[in-house]
């Protein structure tokens, strides 16, 4: 499974295309406020069932009509999860206005197998701690608990089980989703999930790599690109790495002695 660990973050508003089509903004320019949450209740939660004069729907926090629940389903090794990999999934999560983003960091991912990757425990923990603070992140352990080597087409016939009724947005590296032919089962991904894939502004796809029409959008997001690989080296040679990562994964790093 290709699972992006160098996702940009964002400050300003993203950019959306579709594969075969030109690009095309996206009126997102000021980020949301969040709303109140009593409780620690998902964001998912707060969406709710009703009759918007057309037939029972669900209308999202943002006041949106949706005849099903969107969930944005965000893969990755997360060695370590950092600033970019949550800018990313909160600038998907409000252009496509989706309830809930479930983190899902990869058991034994197939890409990675010749190189070390920290114990999928301490990468679920990391994941847990850096999502705590945003209602609308969920994590999940279904790829770490998973006996055998990650693949995306498993992460996400076991999302599709759990929600079977929702859409589901599946969101990664546009590097990754150029390299899709070579997924396991891949033509049966795009009957389970939208694909969105993060990348720079003014990022191409490289040369002769075609993408179903319709089916994976590409999303620019401008900013500063951060990567795990660059904090793992930082953390190695006693470099900070405060503001590239969320505090408590810089205190977790600390505490557990990763990257030494």
């Known amino acids: 499974m290709s699972r992006e660990d160098d996702v940009p973050s964002a400050m300003s508003s993203p950019h959306v295309r579709t594969s075969g089509e030109a690009p095309s903004a996206v009126t997102a320019s000021a980020t949301p406020m969040m709303p109140m949450i009593e409780g620690g209740r998902r964001m998912s939660e707060l969406s709710i069932e009703a009759d918007d004069g057309h037939g029972r729907r669900r209308r999202s926090v943002r006041?949106?009509?949706?005849?099903?629940?969107?969930?944005?389903?965000?893969?990755g090794t997360f060695d370590p999860i950092h600033n970019g990999h949550l800018v990313a999934a909160s600038e998907v999560a409000w252009v496509y206005?989706?309830?809930?983003?479930?983190?899902v960091p990869t058991g034994r991912p197939v890409f990675k197998l010749d190189k070390k990757v920290t114990n999928a425990e301490d990468r679920y923990l990391m994941t847990v701690i850096a999502t705590a603070s945003n209602p609308k992140f969920t994590v999940s352990r279904v790829d770490i608990d998973r006996p055998g080597v990650t693949y995306t087409i498993d992460t996400l016939r076991d999302i599709h089980a759990q929600y079977p009724d929702a859409?589901?947005?599946?969101?990664?590296?546009a590097d990754a989703v150029a390299e899709i032919a070579r997924w396991k089962d891949a033509a049966s991904m795009w009957e389970l999930a939208h694909f969105v894939a993060v990348t720079r502004p003014g990022y191409s796809s490289p040369e002769g790599s075609v993408l179903p029409a319709g089916r994976v959008d590409v999303l620019e997001i401008p900013a500063l690109a951060i990567s795990s690989t660059d904090v793992r080296r930082r953390a190695e040679h006693d470099e900070p790495v405060w503001y590239l990562v969320p505090d408590g994964v810089v205190q977790y790093i600390a505490k557990h002695g990763l990257y030494r």
């Open 63 to 75: 006041g949106h009509w949706h005849d099903r629940l969107r969930i944005g389903i965000m893969g």
């Open 97 to 103: 206005d989706l309830d809930e983003v479930i983190f």
């Open 167 to 173: 859409d589901l947005f599946f969101i990664t590296g």
